[in-house]
């Protein structure tokens, strides 16, 4: 059964109605907590791009990545699946935030790839994984809560 249905949620993935994206974030984060999204990374290879100052690197530590992002424009690229790509901007260990274009997450199957990925960030990290919208993200509409070990919603999705 998936987290989310899409005819429940789909107006949070309307580019006209929530901005193209949306913010997705991990509060009260530690250099743990990255280095255990590295390590995910690693372990599901997921497909990913790690660079500083458009020189495209090996991925570092969490340590050095977040060291660099202080002084350099660093930029890590992770598609979980081909076509599906959430970009990370490290320069501060205390949150972890992400940016997914909503337009590469249209139906039901990109849906459960959006779930699955934050379910596996938020169970690596041990904290909620929140997801607002471009042109509101002080309101997360849902995420992966840790308690109930799945993606939930956190606002009505019938809004008009």
Not at 34 to 51: I, K, M, N, T
Not at 55 to 64: D, G, H, I, M, N
Not at 85 to 99: E, G, M, N, T, V
Request: hydrophobic share 50%; glycine share 6%.
């Amino acid at each position: 059964m998936p987290d989310l249905l899409w005819d429940d949620v789909k107006n949070f993935f309307d580019p006209n109605l929530m901005g193209t994206l949306p913010e997705v974030s991990i509060a009260d984060a530690s250099v743990d907590d990255w280095q255990a999204v590295l390590d995910l990374v690693r372990s599901r290879g997921w497909a990913c791009e790690y660079s500083e100052d458009s020189a495209v690197l090996r991925l570092p530590r969490a340590e050095k990545m977040l060291a660099r992002g202080v002084e350099a424009s660093v930029m890590l690229r992770i598609w979980p699946v081909p076509g599906v790509l959430a970009i990370f901007r490290p320069c501060a260990a205390d949150s972890i935030d992400f940016d997914a274009d909503l337009r590469e997450l249209q139906g039901q199957a990109r849906l459960n790839v959006l779930c699955g990925f934050l379910r596996a960030i938020g169970r690596a990290t041990g904290k909620p994984v929140l997801f607002a919208p471009e042109i509101d993200s002080g309101h997360s509409v849902f995420g992966f809560d840790v308690e109930a070990d799945r993606v939930v919603l956190l606002a009505d999705p019938h809004f008009t």
